[in-house]
């Protein structure tokens, strides 16, 4: 007999499980298919560029800027890297292997700098430090008109600021691979003769190394997706190099093939950490529960505290406060209704998005548990690598597609004897929604993906044999399921909107601004007070999140705990 029949006892033949599984999966196949190709289409298009070089804006670019954007990429990246690894990795290990005052505290305010998005921090960085600033302004008044203070608006300000945004990545990921470490591993290095030190640096920091090379990944990656604050800094980078293209010498080709030489960067971070992260494999002994807290004493627990205070205070509170400040400021002038209107219009963003990309990442999900083929499989690897992609690299892919689909459509319309004035897709929310779909799909399918793996198949089959449609079975025992992976996600998914600057700036429709491009807008034009309402409404809206990884944080911590103690 084979596989696609079963025989029954009276003769009749049925369709097999086999085959009828077969037919799902090649659906669900066909599903992923689709989704991965909105993340490769822009991709391809950026890359077309190429087809038709731009020689003389190219050779205009290789005897002025292009050189110091390669420069000035590289020098910022390994700051960031140098940076966030430093404060990341010794702040983890502070609070989760010491005890000092204040470390519960700091345990959980140390990832509050997450919710303070980069540009944010380099605008009150500026308004408080410049040479015009309050700072400099009281020490020449103390101390003299020659008193010397560092250059703010430098290459060194711009790594200060995204390191101290950038390093929760690495505190995150580092505090969760010490806190996993069991006693056992770090015992049997005490017996062979290791001190504290030669411990952490033979034992405890090798075990941690892959989640310290993901959470360093993820800071890079952010560092070249950005835009906001190297702008504001005067800082020339590819990402501000693809809007001049644009916006200023009104050639998108150039900005395409600027784009793909920012995607080679991407790419090599990516292969860099695959690389890191393959490499770096321990076996480690997690029986005896967690290992006791050091517990630091006199000097050494004050310079903890201090230590981890200073960077808490210039990463998050004093950065909140002086946002306060000015927005207590200037309430009565910009709390009207334009500022209403750019509050709905964030909004309506975000939650659109989140609705779109939400929808995405449950087919994509679903095509995984169903269709764990090789195809599948690459499919969802394909439509996930979208949060790598930068913001202005997606911008400038969508708007050449949609530019493409536009002409092809104004011809086909044309052939008909309808004359269309203007564009049809491009400048619109579709282009928005697109490229926050393709950017934050990721972000999405990640708690969406983790709820639909813990739902056990044998609910689903048994609602399917009482007679429940498809439609039934989801409604009433998926979503119900994975109501908490669905909220999670949108709630990331709305705030990561809100706070994207660099495809929102590229691509929104004539008129319709949000938040993050008030900000631009008023911090391009050294405007810092007026700048300072729109960023506290983005800030406390990014508390939301981190207050979500906070509390998942601490329960997974309890959870890791209880396990080990009961082995």
């Known amino acids: 007999m084979s596989l696609e029949t079963i025989t029954s006892g009276h003769g009749e033949t049925q369709q097999s499980v086999p085959s009828h599984r077969y037919r799902i999966a090649r659906r669900w196949q066909l599903v992923s298919l689709p989704i991965a190709g909105l993340v490769l289409l822009p991709l391809l298009v950026i890359f077309s560029g190429w087809l038709h070089p731009e020689s003389e804006i190219w050779r205009h670019l290789a005897e002025t800027i292009l050189a110091d954007l390669v420069v000035n990429t590289i020098i910022l990246l390994l700051g960031v890297m140098f940076g966030v690894l430093f404060l990341g990795v010794s702040l983890a290990w502070l609070t989760s292997m010491c005890r000092f005052p204040g470390q519960r505290f700091f345990d959980w305010a ?93 034992v405890t920091l090798p075990m941690a190394r892959p989640a310290i090379v993901a959470g360093t990944s993820l800071a890079l990656m952010e560092t070249l997706a950005d835009f906001g604050t190297v702008a504001i800094f005067n800082y020339d980078t590819f990402t501000t190099a693809i809007y001049k293209a644009w916006f200023g010498l009104f050639n998108l080709q150039a900005a395409s093939q600027l784009a793909s030489l920012l995607l080679l960067f991407v790419a090599l971070t990516l292969f860099s950490e695959r690389r890191l992260r393959g490499r770096a494999r321990y076996d480690e002994n997690t029986r005896g529960g967690r290992p006791a807290r050091i517990v630091l004493n006199g000097r050494n627990a004050w310079l903890a505290t201090l230590f981890a205070g200073l960077i808490f205070s210039f990463a998050f509170l004093f950065p909140l406060i002086q946002l306060a400040f000015w927005s207590w400021e200037i309430i009565t002038e910009d709390l009207d209704k334009r500022y209403l209107t750019l509050v709905a219009n964030t909004v309506t963003l975000g939650i659109s998005a989140a609705f779109v990309t939400i929808i995405g990442a449950m087919l994509l999900a679903f095509a995984r548990r169903y269709s764990r083929n090789t195809i599948t499989r690459s499919a969802t690897t394909i439509g996930t690598l979208g949060y790598a992609l930068p913001g202005s690299v997606l911008a400038v892919g969508i708007m050449l597609t949609f530019t493409g689909i536009d002409n092809f459509l104004q011809s086909v319309l044309r052939g008909f ?95 319709w601004d949000t938040l993050a491009v008030r900000i631009y807008e008023m911090t391009s034009e050294g405007e810092w007070e007026r700048a300072a309402l729109p960023a506290i409404t983005l800030v406390l809206a990014g508390l939301l999140p981190v207050i979500l990884l906070v509390i998942r944080s601490s329960k997974s911590t309890t959870v890791a705990a209880s396990t080990k103690a009961t082995q």
Do not use: C, H, N
């Open 417 to 511: 004897g309808v004359d269309v004035a203007g564009p049809i897709l491009t400048g619109t929310i579709a282009a928005l929604l697109l490229a926050y779909l393709v950017r934050f799909l990721a972000v999405a399918f990640g708690p969406i993906d983790s709820s639909l793996e813990r739902i056990r198949s044998s609910l689903p089959e048994a609602a399917r044999s009482l007679g429940a449609k498809p439609v039934m079975v989801l409604r009433r025992v998926y979503l119900p399921l994975l109501s908490p992976g669905i909220l999670s996600a949108m709630l990331l998914v709305t705030v990561d909107v809100m706070k994207e600057m660099p495809a929102t700036l590229l691509l929104r429709p004539f008129g």
């Open 110 to 202: 140390l990832m509050l700098p997450l919710a303070l998005p980069a540009y944010v921090l380099a605008f009150v960085f500026l308004g408080l430090l410049d040479f015009s600033g309050p700072v400099q302004g009281q020490l020449r008044t103390w101390f003299g008109p020659s008193f010397w203070f560092p250059a703010v608006r430098s290459t060194g300000g711009v790594i200060v600021v995204m390191v101290l945004v950038l390093y929760p990545y690495v505190y995150m990921l580092a505090r969760s691979a010490f806190l996993t470490q069991g006693r056992g591993t770090l015992d049997a290095a005490r017996i062979l003769g290791l001190g504290p030190w030669a411990t952490f640096f033979r």
